[in-house]
């Protein structure tokens, strides 16, 4: 993909935005109003990142992190996308459903991980059922409200061309629903982070961002600490930006089924409207 | 082609506040290759009707044949145009969106495509296969509808007021557009609207419908020749006759009717 101008111009606002708030922490921390072992100062974190990046720890954490959180994740997409479809094509289903997710969602997964870990024990199967748990919901209403605003006339349209179940589900349903679908992406795995970071801090035994975090709060290491806050920033953003904006790009957005924030009531493309006439 | 026949069609729809008879007995027989409009104010049941021959809705009572088979849901015998732009699924091309009937009937790609490029030059967009519909106005989006209708090649082309959202000069051209398809294809038409110049314009044979409840009126054969002139004293005195049967105009006892004794052209 060519970055174009207005490309590089987002880029641009976007490093300001975080160039502004890390002179505001860094004026912070120099102040002394704050013990500075407490609130370290920006370099002194950069260089604590840069050790425990060569030295492949900070690499190996963030593995374990990413690799719960991308299994919790995936399995949360696989159960919650074709749920929240039946969800929205069967009363039946979702008549069953709906009274055990509006139980189920409130609860904080991180409420689960003392009854999980009595269950299966320490480590890996915790972590990634409450990351399952966290993202499952969020896929599952999203899916489930986007199929039902899918419109009917798509539908009609396509029963009328003879598309039957699995053509209408994955040729018309799924991309009819798909502004829904990324949402729901979008919003399972800013959950999973969330959770995978707690249920590490409770259930996780040596590795992890969470852990580390956790563990880092018993030697007073505040340095390490932001530097572990800022690695979980990095993955949310670059996923964010790489994974979640990109699949948007190339979907919806170049469809037309929604339009770019920066276009405020603009339309995307000019219509061909003046081409018409001819057609006639 | 295939001829239709509608006979004793009555559907009448739980509500509420009682059953509401949406259509009540309706009988009409269209010939194979015809260009039928069924015209009628709001409420008619001309729309409904229109779904019962396309399969989507059943009747309470009667029966739909379609060259002597009991219509029993949609089939790919039937290909139907509805008045919403955004009937066109936006995820795909123009080509795309025409080739989706092919595509259900397992037509390889290469092969799909060559046919969905031709519907897509039969009305006069074949330049566009690549754009998404949002890149197309709205007279071009109801043209690959058209066009996806036509595409898997079936005998009756159902349309519900496709033109009617679009700006006056954009459904003129649109309907001369409709007239050169229909010469070429000879599919059987059923052609739901509103408007008197354009069923006037179109059909063959003109069906009249009343409310409450949906009633046939009166069936108008339009003899008039094609291409037709909508400025033309016949063709304006068809579109009187029209209006009389809607109740919206009287016309002089003495006049001629043009459209029923099918004056010459």
Same mark, same amino acid.
């Given at each position: 993909m060519t970055a174009s101008p207005e490309r590089w111009r987002m880029i641009g606002r976007a490093i300001v935005t975080l160039l502004v708030a890390a002179a505001i922490y860094e004026a912070v921390a120099q102040s002394?109003?704050?013990?500075a072992v407490l609130v370290p100062t920006l370099p002194k974190v950069a260089r604590t990142l840069l050790n425990l990046f060569s030295d492949g720890t900070m690499l190996w954490h963030a593995f374990y992190t990413l690799t719960r959180v991308m299994v919790g994740f995936a399995l949360a997409v696989v159960a919650g996308l074709p749920l929240g479809a039946l969800m929205g094509r069967s009363r039946a289903v979702e008549n069953f459903v709906l009274p055990l997710a509006s139980a189920l969602m /409130?609860? /904080?997964? @991180?409420?689960w991980v003392p009854v999980f870990i009595l269950w299966f024990? @320490?480590?890996d199967t915790v972590t990634v059922l409450i990351v399952l748990y966290a993202a499952m919901f969020p896929m599952l209403l999203n899916t489930w409200t986007g199929v039902r605003t899918v419109n009917p006339l798509w539908l009609r349209a396509a029963s009328a061309m003879g598309a039957d179940g699995n053509a209408m589900f994955w040729k018309v349903i799924v991309p009819g629903t798909l502004p829904f679908i990324i949402t729901g992406l979008r919003q399972a795995f800013q959950r999973a982070w969330i959770a995978v970071v707690g249920a590490e801090m409770l259930a996780?035994?040596?590795?992890g961002l969470g852990w580390v975090i956790f563990d880092a709060k018993e030697f007073l290491n505040a340095d390490v600490m932001i530097a572990s806050l800022a690695v979980i920033g990095g993955i949310g953003y670059a996923f964010e930006r790489l994974v979640f904006g990109t699949l948007e790009r190339v979907t919806v957005l170049r469809w037309g089924m929604v339009r770019a924030a920066t276009d405020r009531g603009r339309r995307v493309a000019p219509t061909l409207a003046s081409a018409d006439s001819r057609g006639g | 082609m295939s001829d239709i026949e509608i006979r004793d069609v009555s559907l009448v729809y739980e509500t509420p506040s009682g059953p509401m008879r949406?259509?009540?007995r309706a009988n009409v027989r269209i010939a194979a290759s015809e260009f039928l409009c069924i015209v009628g104010p709001s409420g008619c049941g001309k729309s409904t009707l229109l779904n019962l021959v396309a399969g989507f809705l059943s009747p309470t009572s009667g029966e739909i044949k379609i060259d002597g088979e009991p219509v029993t849901g949609h089939g790919m015998d039937r290909g139907v145009v509805f008045q #919403?732009?955004?009937?066109?699924? $936006?995820? &795909?091309t123009a080509l795309g969106n025409v080739a989706f009937g092919l595509e259900m009937k397992g037509v390889g790609k290469e092969e799909r495509e060559k046919i969905a490029l031709s519907h897509l030059a039969l009305v006069k967009l074949e330049k566009f296969?690549?754009?998404? $519909?949002? =890149?197309?106005s709205g007279g071009m989006q109801q043209r690959v509808a058209i066009a996806r209708a036509l595409a898997y090649n079936p005998s009756v082309l159902l349309m519900d007021?496709?033109? *009617?959202?679009?700006d006056a000069l954009t459904r003129d051209a649109m309907q001369r557009l409709l007239a050169e398809v229909w010469r070429a294809t000879r599919k059987t038409v059923v052609y739901v609207t509103h408007n008197v110049a354009e069923a006037v314009y179109l059909a063959d044979r003109v069906v009249v419908m009343t409310p =409450? !409840?949906? &009633?046939?009126?009166i069936e108008l054969p339009v003899t008039l *020749?094609?291409? &037709? #002139?909508?400025?033309?004293v016949e063709f304006l005195q068809c579109q009187k006759d029209l209006l009389r049967h809607l109740g919206s105009e009287t016309a002089a006892p003495?006049? !001629?009717e043009i459209c029923k004794d099918g004056a010459q052209p």
């Open positions: 002394g109003i704050f013990p /409130p609860i /904080p997964s @991180l409420a024990g @320490l480590g996780a035994s040596d590795w | 949406a259509i009540e #919403d732009f955004a009937q066109l699924f $936006p995820w &795909r296969a690549h754009s998404y $519909p949002h =890149h197309l007021e496709p033109f *009617a959202a679009l =409450h !409840p949906g &009633r046939v009126k *020749a094609r291409p &037709r #002139d909508p400025l033309s003495d006049e !001629p």
